[in-house]
């Protein structure tokens, strides 16, 4: 991937993230997806996972991998507002971590980072995007059929032994979801 300016307008940027950005990064992931701050917005994991989201060195670690990148979006202020990972794999590219503010939800900044990951994936040469969502967060499943994305019928399992991924509540897997793009 090569670092450029994705989408910029008056209101935000996406960009590639740095490891000048990992600790915001590791603030806005586990704020939006775990605990009490999560709440605020309606892609929470806080009533399936407890622990964390991300670390540091992960968040590092997908910086700095051959193939993978984060975006970032930032507002005019420069607060980190959303992100999202993706990783090419053969000649598709995988989306985790759509993370957006919980403060933020609901003013397109999501549809946008989705709209910056297609436009990564044809520049990489990519045919689909495919992503993995837990079964059971309908909500958010229903968000991404709405923006084209379709339940493939596969299935993985949840990382339950691993404590790098949350702990969950109750038994946990994974749908995967995919678009063409090319």
Request: aromatic share 8%; glycine share 10%; proline share 4%.
């Amino acid at each position: 991937f090569q670092p450029c300016i994705i989408i910029s307008d008056l209101h935000f940027m996406i960009d590639h993230a740095t490891l000048a950005d990992v600790p915001r990064l590791n603030a806005l992931v586990n704020g939006a997806y775990r605990g009490d701050t999560s709440r605020m917005g309606w892609t929470t994991e806080a009533d399936l996972l407890d622990g964390i989201r991300i670390d540091e060195e992960r968040l590092a670690a997908m910086i700095t991998m051959e193939g993978s990148v984060i975006l970032k979006c930032t507002n005019e202020h420069d607060d980190l507002i959303g992100c999202v990972h993706l990783e090419r794999h053969g000649d598709q590219l995988y989306l985790g971590m759509l993370t957006v503010s919980p403060l933020q939800q609901g003013r397109g900044t999501g549809k946008q980072l989705l709209l910056a990951s297609e436009e990564e994936a044809r520049r990489a040469g990519c045919s689909a995007i495919y992503m993995t969502v837990i079964d059971g967060r309908t909500e958010l499943i229903n968000w991404y059929l709405r923006h084209g994305y379709i339940i493939t019928g596969e299935r993985k399992p949840f990382p339950s032994g691993d404590p790098r991924f949350g702990l969950p509540k109750k038994f946990l897997e994974f749908i995967v979801m995919e678009k063409k793009v090319g």
